[in-house]
């Protein structure tokens, strides 16, 4: 029945796909996506009850044998994957009808088949189907990037992610050929028990190979200068996928491969991904800062976020090594739920800076300003989201990070200085980035939503349909619940990730949290309630009320004046920007910034007299200046050598042709 059922869904989506093809103006593609990605949701609901018995799709010989499978892992990332499409299908109905038929038809054809092709990943149990499902998701994509294909910027930001994510599949091609000509078999339960026999070189060749990979397509710190570029492209309910759920599928091919199939692994490879990780995290939110569009300083956090999942993954990894077992699965439950929370959080935000700019106020945040009060839903569920992110309590963000930070604590006091080296580089550079992630989300909300309306444009602006508010408001709901009640999902995520783990775990781990408010650790400690929390504000801001009235104070009565500042009128160009919130961390860390500014002045006659007064300024693109800049220099320089090959003489072609049989056949005897 579950085959069936996973059959049936996956068909579903394809059939839905062409729907959206051949009538995009009816919602008939949206109904039969929904239904479909219902259906695949109740198929993981069924795999975190155990394992599905495989199911095998023979496409030819052996070497095209297909296996799809549903562990309980994979079955977290199905469920998690469906509940961000159904959130994100329903959004796009109503996103897309301000585009033209044909781009209509474009976002809801590949959508569908987007979400089909992430379903495909995670159920793959053998190298080819991972591939394929891969590569399909990948190209899916990178065509839904392109949908606004015809300016400039979207097609040179489609190319950085096409050449990216190829890469990125070419490192898991010879990774995959590695293990399974050592292994003598595609399957990754196979790769799972001859692990612990290959050589340790070939393990740790495989091991960078894929971290290259999926390192690429989760966009850790160096390989993520496409995310910036291709994410704010993108129709906004696609950047909710991509960055909400796609981005998770990479962290889990890490997860699998690393932990579950090549681990446990030498300490150095967990301290590899702890210190990406930690770059990540706080290279991604100073990038962010800077930013004042609204989707690219999202895509930055989204650079961040996977950086404090990077971080959690370390550690796991270096508690396998440390047989820590303990440790590893209260790190991995950690990275496995900030997954989920940022999948929840982001995707509220992209959604509802899509909405912000569908409704005519743009994406600038210097041209926003008092939406709260014409777009309240919007702003209610921007709120939320955005206290999420900065993990603030009573927020799923809080917890996540809390599990994080009590890991590396852990870590810290495992007894060699490295460890305690590591654990406390973690600590700063986590608490680091949550002070300048509630910074940055501080001039998110201060600009777009509060003050006044900066343009006529954001003056406007008014409230999205229901289609597209419903969606953010419910992932903000689910937000606001995992952060008060976090017991509902750390104690099943804590026992999944000891589940996972090759290695023996204490029965005690099942006791990570003691009830659905109060959340523990599996070796005893520290504990918090982000409910008591909430609780202990509200009986004091209780008491204060109560305290203020009891004892005859009386509310003066309101006089309205104009508002004025310094003596003067307040006007729009009075408010604080965020340019100018965003310009003392500028001076702050300007060793990494690398300011750039420029004035021109313009006189008519007399240089006293000036008519035009020109001031310019900005931030070094630093990775893109000098990491991919030079490369991409000489990759040119050497493609331009290489063109002298190709003259077009039919003799010299049938030269090369003869060159390369007579070296094969010398290679072959």
């Known amino acids: 029945m579950t085959a069936f059922s996973l059959a049936a869904s996956l068909l579903g989506l394809a059939v839905a796909g062409l729907a959206g093809a051949l009538w995009p103006q009816s919602k008939l593609s949206t109904v039969l996506a929904v239904a479909a990605s219902t259906g695949l949701a109740g198929v993981a609901v069924l795999g975190l009850r155990g394992a599905v018995p495989p199911v095998t799709v023979q496409l030819g010989p052996p070497p095209f044998l297909l296996r799809l499978g549903l562990t ?65 998701m990948s190209l899916a994509s990178f065509a839904l990037v392109l949908t606004d294909g015809e300016r400039r910027e979207v097609t040179r930001a489609g190319f ?78 696609v950047s909710g996928l991509m960055s909400g759920v796609m981005l998770k599928i990479a962290t889990y091919g890490l997860v699998l491969t690393t932990l579950t199939i090549l681990g446990p692994g030498p300490l150095w490879w967990g301290a590899v991904v702890l210190g990406l990780g930690v770059v990540s995290a706080v290279l991604g939110v100073l990038q962010a800062l800077m930013e004042h569009d609204l989707k690219r300083l999202l895509a930055h956090h989204s650079v961040e976020n996977i950086g404090i999942i990077a971080i959690g993954l370390g550690v796991a990894i270096i508690g396998q090594s440390l047989h820590m077992p303990l440790l590893a699965a209260a790190a991995l439950g950690a990275a496995l739920f900030h997954t989920i929370n940022h999948a929840l959080f982001k995707t509220a935000l992209f959604l509802n800076a899509g909405a912000i700019q569908q409704a005519g106020a743009g994406r600038n945040l210097d041209d926003l300003g008092g939406l709260l009060g014409r777009m309240p839903l919007t702003g209610i569920s921007l709120l939320v989201a955005a206290a999420a992110i900065a993990g603030l309590p009573p927020l799923n ?84 619940c995992l ?42 400690g520290a504990e918090v309630s982000p409910l008591a929390l909430v609780l202990a504000a509200l009986a004091v801001a209780a008491a204060v009320t109560a ?38 961390f500028r001076l702050v860390f300007g060793a990494f910034y ?37 490369g991409l220099r000489a990759l040119v320089a050497f493609a331009a050598r290489v063109r002298s090959l190709q003259s077009g003489s039919l003799r010299l072609y049938l030269g090369y042709m003869l060159a390369t049989l007579v070296l094969l056949l010398v290679l072959a005897h």
């Open 397 to 480: 963000g809080f917890v996540s990070e809390w599990l994080t930070y009590q890991s590396l604590v852990r870590l810290a006091g495992a007894g060699a200085p490295s460890l305690a080296l590591a654990g406390f580089a973690g600590i700063l550079a986590l608490a680091l980035t949550g002070g300048l992630a509630a910074a940055c989300f501080a001039k998110v909300c201060g600009s777009a939503l509060l003050g006044r309306a900066r343009s006529s444009q954001s003056a406007q602006a008014r409230e999205a349909p229901a289609a597209m508010t419903a969606p953010p408001l419910a992932l903000a709901g689910f937000c606001l």
């Open 547 to 584: 305290g203020v009235h009891l004892g005859g104070c009386r509310r003066p009565q309101p006089v309205v004046t104009p508002a004025w500042a310094c003596g003067g009128q307040l006007g729009i160009q009075s408010q604080y920007s965020a340019t100018s919130y965003a310009k003392s």
């Open 483 to 524: 952060g008060l009640l976090p017991g509902i999902l750390a104690q099943p995520l804590v026992a999944l990730a000891a589940s996972s783990l090759p290695i023996a775990v204490a029965a005690r781990t099942h006791a990570a949290v003691a009830s659905a408010g109060l959340l523990t650790l599996p070796w005893g």
């Open 72 to 136: 309980p892992l994979a079955a977290l990332m199905l469920l998690l994957i469906q509940v961000i499409g159904i959130a994100a299908l329903v959004y796009g109905d109503a996103y897309v009808r301000h585009l033209s038929r044909p781009k209509q038809a474009w976002v809801l054809s590949l959508t569908p088949l987007f979400l089909a092709a992430m379903a495909l990943v995670v159920l793959a149990a053998n190298a080819p189907a991972f591939l394929i499902a891969w590569e399909i």
């Open 594 to 630: 690398q300011p750039v500014r420029s004035l021109t002045v313009e006189s008519a006659v007399n240089p006293a007299f000036r008519t035009r007064i020109t001031y310019t300024g900005g931030i070094t693109p630093v990775f893109d200046r000098y990491l991919f800049g030079p």
């Open 160 to 237: 950085v992610y096409l050449v990216m994510t190829h890469a990125g599949t070419a490192c898991l091609v010879a990774a995959f050929l590695i293990l399974a000509n050592a292994t003598g078999t595609m399957a990754f339960a196979g790769w799972a028990r001859a692990a612990s026999v290959l050589p340790a070189g070939l393990r740790s060749g495989a091991f960078l190979l894929l971290l290259l990979g999926f390192g690429s397509k989760a966009a850790l710190v160096p390989l993520h200068v496409w995310l910036p570029r291709a994410h704010p492209v993108a129709p906004s309910h």
